[in-house]
């Protein structure tokens, strides 16, 4: 099998090495998070980076099925915290549980211009390639 890119290692030693010590601006980017049905029509968007405030559902885990919002991106461990997600310590105290992006579906998006200029940026490419696709 020959290599896509060139200007990336194959090697299952550099690719984790680069994945566990990847900055925050990348880690951010690593965790997206799909969009529902609805949504992906709406905004013509598969997917994207995860946000305080979003609203998720979790698809895959002994969570799955429960919907909440998200109280905090954890971008350290790689996971989001969502709110009513939590097990109880042996003390009594509730702790959350890490749940990582790609395992939850984003219900409801919180929209700033930022978001809505992120949203028309990867939508316009989409449409983009589709034209080069009919063209050709």
Same mark, same amino acid.
């Given at each position: 099998?020959?290599?896509?890119?060139?200007?990336?290692?194959?090697?299952?030693?550099?690719?984790?090495?680069?994945?566990?010590?990847?900055?925050? !601006? +990348?880690? &951010?980017?690593?965790?997206?998070?799909?969009?529902?049905?609805?949504? @992906? *029509? $709406?905004? #013509?968007?598969? /997917?994207?980076?995860?946000?305080?405030?979003?609203?998720?559902?979790?698809?895959?885990?002994?969570?799955?099925?429960?919907?909440?919002?998200?109280? !905090? +991106?954890? &971008?350290?461990?790689?996971?989001?915290?969502?709110?009513?997600?939590? @097990? *109880? $310590?042996? #003390?009594?105290? /509730?702790?959350?549980?890490?749940?990582?992006?790609?395992?939850?579906?984003?219900?409801?998006?919180?929209?700033?211009?930022?978001?809505?200029?992120?949203?028309?940026?990867?939508?316009?490419?989409?449409?983009?390639?589709?034209?080069?696709?009919?063209?050709?």
């Amino acid at each position: 099998m020959t290599k896509i890119n060139t200007s990336l290692h194959s090697s299952r030693r550099k690719a984790r090495k680069a994945h566990f010590s990847a900055p925050s !601006s +990348v880690r &951010r980017v690593i965790m997206s998070a799909p969009l529902n049905k609805e949504l @992906r *029509e $709406k905004h #013509n968007v598969r /997917s994207i980076p995860i946000r305080k405030d979003d609203e998720v559902l979790i698809t895959r885990g002994s969570n799955k099925g429960r919907e909440g919002k998200v109280t !905090s +991106v954890y &971008r350290l461990k790689y996971v989001v915290h969502i709110e009513r997600v939590s @097990r *109880e $310590k042996s #003390n009594g105290q /509730s702790v959350p549980i890490g749940i990582h992006p790609s395992k939850c579906v984003i219900t409801k998006l919180k929209l700033d211009k930022d978001r809505e200029n992120i949203l028309d940026r990867i939508s316009k490419g989409r449409e983009a390639k589709a034209k080069d696709k009919e063209n050709a």
